[in-house]
T-cell receptor, first 109, second 114 residues
Framework: EDQVTQSPEALRLQEGESSSLNCSYT??????LFWYRQDPGKGPEFLFT???AGEEKEKERLKATLTKKESFLHITAPKPEDSATYLC??????????FGQGTELSVKP | EAGVVQSPRYKIIEKKQPVAFWCNPI?????LYWYLQNLGQGPELLIR????????DSQLPKDRFSAERLKGVDSTLKIQPAELGDSAVYLC????????????FGQGTRLTVV
């Protein structure tokens, strides 16, 4: 069964303290791995798409990487405005988009 | 470009009453998803449409939930009758076409069943 597991469930950082979020997946025929950001009371906001192992994408303080089993979202020198829940999702060969449970990130000034 | 539009944003109903949610996807997007999200959890797929065809509704509780996407554009998700456990956020998303393209989400409808 296709599955996505994110860790940790919650992460508290001080402003400027870099860290990484993990997304482990088991999927029949990966057709894309996606990272989303979700603020309270809002829908998920698309961040990145990764298609193949070794691929990397960057946007401001965020960098996403992909291996055959997992993806990492690296946050460099985070700011309080980076506080949100980060969701990972995979698209399987049937076109189904499957989400993990998310990592709630809190960045304190 | 307008994003995915959902209405209403909030809905409070008594149990056993019917409720309907509406979604207007991004223009030109053939794939439409309905997801359910409980507090502190990731979205869970209810149904996926490719144009007007429901291609994956395996997670839709068909005894009380129904959905339609007439003419392959707007979609409506209905619950009848609602139960207390249906309280959640209902998210609609769309993507250009089936496959490895990202999906874009609406703001969601927060349903509270009392």
């Amino acid at each position: 069964e296709d599955q996505v597991t994110q860790s940790p469930e919650a992460l508290r950082l001080q402003e400027g303290e870099s860290s990484s979020l993990n997304c482990s997946y088991t999927v029949s025929g990966l057709r894309g791995l996606f990272w989303y950001r979700q603020d309270p009371g809002k829908g998920p906001e698309f961040l990145f798409t990764l298609y193949s192992a070794g691929e990397e994408k960057e946007k401001e303080r965020l960098k996403a990487t992909l291996t055959k089993k997992e993806s990492f979202l690296h946050i460099t020198a985070p700011k309080p405005e980076d506080s949100a829940t980060y969701l990972c999702a995979v698209n399987n060969q049937g076109g189904k988009l499957i989400f993990g449970q998310g990592t709630e990130l809190s960045v304190k000034p | 470009e307008a994003g995915v539009v959902q209405s209403p944003r909030y809905k409070i109903i008594e149990k056993k009453q019917p409720v309907a949610f509406w979604c207007n996807p991004i223009s030109g997007h053939n794939t439409l998803y309905w997801y359910l999200q409980n507090l502190g959890q990731g979205p869970e797929l209810l149904i996926r449409y490719e144009n007007e065809e429901a291609v994956d509704d395996s997670q839709l509780p068909k005894d009380r939930f129904s959905a339609e996407r007439l003419k392959g554009v707007d979609s409506t998700l209905k619950i009848q009758p609602a139960e207390l456990g249906d309280s959640a956020v209902y998210l609609c998303a769309s993507s250009p076409h089936r496959g490895n393209t990202e999906a874009f989400f609406g703001q969601g409808t927060r349903l509270t069943v009392v």
